[in-house]
Each structure stands twice: as structure tokens, then as C-alpha cells.
């Protein structure tokens, strides 16, 4: 049986010294040699029959080494269990080089989760904010659309125009050879959107279906392509249709466009979603508030190691992004003084939160049943058209990651309700149209 003896190194931090029996030892010992045995090929002795004392003059550094491996990994679970403690990191292991006849010694240095009581909720203060939509917020998006909802008309012998959509093939040369990505076929291209070269798309204003054009451009200095960066191209340009932009007439026309039956239709979608994104910013605001309230109330320090290994996290993620997107990730950055305390704060208060809303869920018995988890993904399926609702329902039932934050997020969201109903509020309303103002000022 193996004997663990806990000392505390500081808040939240522990030393568990652990001995394990000589004898387990000594029996894994053996284990590994039985598998040399039977695996080594030595001169002069047949599998399995070379003798013990050869095996381990020939691999006795690896056995050793690998006797403790399996010691460990077999005796790691229990001693923890056998401390007491509940890990917050991976424990950080110190196995002495020398030991002892008597048994086999490690040690872990612990780090846990700092036990928190929070303070009386009813004495915090915050705002809680109501977003509501207005007949303004409605209007302001059926304008947008009708800017942005656009069809195209081929309009036989139209000289093309700004806002005109085009759709053209082309060669391109640079130092008069063609150059990677510079052909192109049937591509549509709106002119003014400033999707090609600066230059392009303004020489090919008032020309006409079948007109053959040459563009000349020069790419910019800072052009993605490095090869290309700064040099003078020539383009050979068919221009094989040209279509005019046709808007909505009036609300019925736009609904339309946008597949709904009437104005009346369209209207309702646009103040539907309205009201949603009303009441999430709702709930942003005021948990916002709320969360801000506790932490000022409650004074959480956070044991250093947790915070390097959420630092560590995060930066680990914002490389993975970064190579999603394409791009290197230059380890410069994350040396950056200023990187490094963004990420120390934001690791150090997401920590604290944490812990806070865990003690918040256990002061209020907060829970989430499976009829919760069933409405929200009930109210996620609606983002779907109707007959492909019951398919995202049976694929994120399906995701046990996705489930578990999702659970997470209602856990919170209960947590968040508890708090507001426990301490003491003052209500506030503003408009969406401010709401979002707000959050546009902010980025």
C-alpha cells in the first residue's frame, strides 16, 4: 500500500510525498524483464532464454527507467485520491535520482482551486439594462436592404457604368509572360465594388458587351503576392456581358427579392430577429454589470500556476487561429510586454469569475435539467429552415463538447438570474440602435 504524506507549500499550493512499497518495485522490475527477455535478440542466446543477469547489464539504465514509468502511472490516481486533493493544473512531478532500499519515493507539488465563500449578494449594486427595439431600428434595416438587395439585368448594348455588374474573361501579363492567378473566365465583377487591382475596374467603364479591352495596372507596393508586389501588368480583357442594378421598387417588391410573402412578412422576420439580438444585449449588458459587481466584492487571488496554464491556453489558440487563417504566427508577438499583461488579465479575471460563479451555483443550488437543455436546443434549431431542424437537433445531441458548453452557458445564465435576484438592481432601458452604437464605440 502505498503512504502519502501532504505538506502545504503556500495558499493553494501543496507537496504530496508519496512512497510506494519496495516490493511493487521489484515485482514491475521483474515484469520488465520478463518483456526484454522475450523480446531482446543477443548473440549467443535464443528468445526468452537470455539470463536475467545479461539483460540487465545490457539495458539496465532502460529498465529502470521504464520500471518507473509504469510505477508512477500505476500509483499516480491513488495518490492523489490517497492525499485528499482535487488538481487544479497537472501536478509537477520530482522523482530523486537516488532512493532508498526501503521503497520507491516521488514527490507532486499540487496546485488546487482556491475555496471561496461569496459575500452577501444582497448588498451588491449594479444596472440592469432592458434593450428594446424601436419602430426606428425596424426602419433602419428595411433601408439596408433596400441598398443591399440588388438583381441584376443584361441590358443588350449597355455601355457598362459604375454600380453595373460585368461579367468578363481575362489574361494577364507581367514582363510579357503570364503569371499565376492572372487568368480568369466568366468572372462576374461589379464595378466599384474595388474587388480587383486599383485601376482595373475604372478602365473598363463604357464599354460594351464584346468589346475586347486592355487594361494596364500596376500592382501595390504591399500586394500579398511578393512576386507581383509593385510591378507593371497588362491585361487582356473580353467583356462578355454587361448588367444593370435593379432594385426593389417599393417594400412588397424588396419582401420579394428577399423570399418573403409581403412587407407585412418581411417586417415581421426583420422584428423578430430585432428582438432577439434585443434580448441577448440584454442579458450582455446586465451580466456584464453583474459579473463586474462580484468581482469587486470578492477578492479571489489565484494560484500563479493556474494563471500561466490558462495563459499558455490561450496563447496556443490564438496560434491555431492564426494558422487557420493562413497566417505565421510570429513568436516576437507573444513576447510582447504589452501581449503578455492583456493576456495575464484577461487569464487572471476569467479565473477569478470561475470560481465566484462556482460558488454562486453552489450558495444558490443552481442547476440545469434536461427539459432546460432540450428548450434551448429547441430555440437553437430555429435558426434553421424548418426540414432541417430535426437533423440539427440529432447532430448537436450527438457533440458531447458542444453539450457540455452548451449546459455551461444555461448554468451561467442561471447563476447570472440568481445574482440579479438577489441583489439590489436599478433598471435601465435604452433604445437597440444606442445598444449597438455602444458596441461599435467599443471595438
Known amino acids: 500500500m502505498i503512504q502519502t504524506e501532504v505538506k502545504e507549500l503556500g495558499k493553494n499550493e501543496y507537496q504530496v510525498h508519496v512512497r510506494v512499497p519496495q516490493g511493487e518495485y521489484e515485482r514491475i ?10 523480446q531482446a535478440k543477443l548473440p549467443g542466446f535464443r528468445p526468452g532464454k537470455t539470463p536475467r543477469q545479461v539483460i540487465e547489464k545490457q539495458f539496465g539504465a532502460q529498465l529502470h527507467d521504464d520500471t518507473v514509468s509504469e510505477l508512477i502511472q500505476a500509483n499516480y490516481v491513488k495518490a492523489i485520491e490517497s492525499s485528499g486533493l482535487v488538481p487544479a493544473v497537472q501536478p509537477e512531478l520530482d522523482i530523486p535520482s537516488v532512493q532508498g532500499s526501503d521503497g520507491f519515493e516521488f514527490t507532486m507539488k499540487v496546485t488546487t482551486w482556491p475555496k471561496v465563500e461569496v459575500k452577501g ?37 449597355r455601355k457598362a ?22 487568368r480568369g473566365e466568366d468572372v462576374a465583377l461589379v464595378l466599384g465594388e474595388g474587388r480587383f487591382i486599383p485601376g482595373f475596374e475604372e478602365q473598363l467603364i463604357g464599354h460594351a458587351a464584346g468589346d475586347d479591352v486592355t487594361v494596364e495596372v500596376t500592382f501595390p ?16 480583357v473580353t467583356i462578355k456581358s454587361v448588367a444593370r442594378p435593379v432594385h426593389a421598387k417599393d417594400e412588397d417588391d424588396l419582401a420579394g427579392m428577399l423570399g418573403f410573402d409581403d412587407a407585412a412578412a418581411l417586417r415581421a422576420d426583420v422584428r423578430a ?3 432577439e439580438e434585443a434580448e441577448q444585449a440584454s442579458f450582455s449588458s446586465t451580466r456584464e454589470a453583474a459579473l463586474d459587481a462580484l468581482l469587486v466584492a470578492n477578492d479571489v487571488e489565484m494560484p500563479e500556476a493556474l494563471i500561466a496554464e490558462d495563459m499558455r491556453a490561450t496563447t496556443q489558440r490564438v496560434i491555431e487561429n492564426m494558422k487557420q487563417q493562413g497566417v505565421q504566427a510570429d513568436r516576437s508577438m507573444f513576447e510582447d510586454e504589452a501581449f503578455r499583461k492583456e493576456v495575464r488579465e484577461r487569464a487572471e479575471k476569467g479565473l ?27 430555440r437553437q434549431s430555429k435558426q434553421y429552415p424548418e426540414e432541417q431542424r430535426e437533423q440539427f437537433k440529432a447532430w448537436i445531441r450527438g457533440q458531447q463538447e458542444q453539450m457540455a458548453s452548451l449546459r455551461e ?4 445564465r442561471k447563476c447570472i438570474e440568481y445574482i440579479v435576484s438577489e441583489a439590489k438592481t436599478k433598471p435601465v ?14 471595438e
Open 429 to 442: 432601458k435604452k433604445p437597440l440602435s444606442e445598444w449597438q452604437a455602444e458596441q461599435e464605440k467599443g
Open 221 to 236: 507596393e504591399q500586394y500579398q503576392a511578393a512576386h507581383l508586389a509593385g510591378k507593371d501588368a497588362s491585361f487582356a
Open 352 to 378: 477569478k469569475l470561475s470560481v465566484l460563479l462556482q460558488a454562486v451555483r453552489e450558495l444558490g443550488d443552481v442547476s440545469v435539467d434536461d427539459a432546460e437543455v432540450d428548450a434551448e436546443i429547441d
Open 409 to 412: 452557458r444555461l448554468l451561467e
Open 29 to 38: 522490475y521483474a515484469g520488465q524483464i520478463q518483456k526484454l527477455s522475450r
Open 161 to 182: 457604368e459604375q454600380g453595373d455588374q460585368l461579367h468578363i474573361d481575362f489574361v494577364g501579363l507581367v514582363d510579357g509572360e503570364p503569371f499565376e492567378g492572372g
Open 273 to 275: 430577429r430585432l428582438e
Open 121 to 157: 449578494l444582497s448588498k451588491l449594486k449594479f444596472e440592469t439594462t432592458t434593450v428594446e427595439v424601436e419602430d426606428a431600428d425596424i426602419e433602419a434595416v428595411i433601408e439596408r436592404l433596400k441598398k443591399s438587395q440588388v438583381k441584376f439585368e443584361v441590358e443588350k448594348g
